[in-house]
DNA sequence: TTACGTGATGACAGAGACTGACATCAGGTG
DNA sequence: CACCTGATGTCAGTCTCTGTCATCACGTAA
């Protein structure tokens, strides 16, 4: 056995997941969810940068895959179709983990900072969309204006996904929202 | 002449702003703004709930000011169109501010925290425009993915309307960027 | 075996954001 | 003149987050 319990991370992150849930984000303090995990608030901060980014260290994967996804779509593929093909690889990438997307966003949502921290998220994700479009040949403004698209599609799939007692796939959730937002922005 | 000097609201926020651009967000302390400012700093936290808020003061209205103008559009409008009425309505507002717009942009993008502030602004101006379109008939989610887009046109708008020498009206980049919009859901 | 470097952690002090409670006091009101 | 009100000041305290130094099991090389 190591010196140490392995795993200091993701003790953290499930302790905080946690204690979050159980008392509410501002309610829980650093020291607690330090202590639950076996470890001190010094070592809390070692691992994530502040008291909210315990719960978002997996949108840099999250991220990666989308990019990754829509910078290897066909070359001759639309934009919008391109970053289809992001859409539901980051679909797929969520298939098994439809309870615990739930309870991470429910405490998510209890809170405005961690709502706040959870839209740099998605602004990180959609600049990094950007900058894969304009590889991709596309101009702006309107690689923002696609990237936001694919963005705001995957938000509202997303909370339909996993709206209670929803049992649709992701995939097939995106996919009508792309439809609807079609829809709309014709002018229908 | 009155116990204390007016508008202590607005020294606050004029310091801080001052201050946010010549030292940088986190190398102000709220100690210094409202020293600049004649008062205390348990007073600033009478004005503004935190060191972000000072900033953000005028989006509570932006955000009335737009949900407004959707709200009186025509009620024949098509939803993208009762937008476009709210857009026109917001770069009105906008019109004789281009360069405080500016130095306020500067401060904020150079920080990640208050670009999260800034986000979130961004989404209660979504929500509130949902609420408005569902009064308007819309049904979701297809009322979301209108917001969605509405709020996207006027980032990207805004972003090129306070770009270095740009001189063009908000109006004019707000109909530039709606047309870019729909060319690309359209899957052109 | 011994000496040494490495990396994860702990301990501690301190700055700064924010809050609650109470004090102050000019101006209005009866 | 007594009283109330509202904006501000003062002070103590909690919590987040950071810098610095100490600790110590483990791996490595002489």
Redesign the pocket.
Known sequence: ????EPD?RGRLAKAALELYAEHGYEQ????EIAKRA??????F???Y????EVLFAGAGELEDLFVRAVADAPRAAVPLDALTVGLDAVAEMFADRREFARRRHAVITANAELQERELIKLASLAAALVDTLRGRGLAEPTASLAAEAAVAVFKVAFERWIAPGEERAMRQLIRESLTELKAVTSGV
């Open positions: 056995m190591g010196r140490w200091a829980t303090t650093v020291a076996g470890l001190t608030e010094r070592t901060f070692r691992h940068a502040d008291k909210r």
